[in-house]
């Protein structure tokens, strides 16, 4: 516990009931527009008996999913899929994005690949925006 200067609590940025925490985001909504671009998998594990797979993207954030299975890759281990997905989120609560990846299957489940779990809560609130870990340009 540290105690307050007169010249600190005086300050019109500074909340003396909040101390220390003074630049903790507040927890309230924030409504935001989530872009995800898949651009391409590399080296995927084969889930089919010829030694291939067949993969499509599935994308969760909150209460919505998006399943891109009718735009499946056949035969496929390093799919370019070159696609971009808009979904409403709120955060805090929408705040973890799953992206995965299933191989599709004509008969029977689809076979989970892989998958991804992004915090877009702290992406949004870190000093680096979301713009940390993107390149400028892709080639294929």
Not at 41 to 66: F, V
């Amino acid at each position: 516990m540290y105690k307050v200067t007169e010249d600190q609590s005086r300050d019109s940025n500074f909340d003396s009931n909040l101390g220390m925490f003074q630049n903790i985001p507040h927890n309230d909504p924030v409504n935001v527009l989530v872009r995800v671009y898949i651009v391409r998998a590399t080296d995927l594990h084969p889930a089919d008996i010829n030694g291939k797979a067949d993969p499509y993207i599935t994308i969760r954030l909150g209460k919505t999913e998006i399943k891109d299975k009718e735009n499946y890759h056949s035969k496929q281990l390093n799919p370019v899929f070159g696609k971009s997905f808009d979904i409403e989120a709120s955060l805090p609560m929408d705040s973890t994005l799953t992206v995965s990846i299933y191989d599709w299957d004509l008969v029977g489940t689809d076979d989970l690949i892989g998958e991804t779990k992004i915090d877009l809560e702290n992406r949004f609130y870190s000093k680096h925006r979301a713009t940390c870990g993107l390149g400028k340009t892709y080639a294929m």
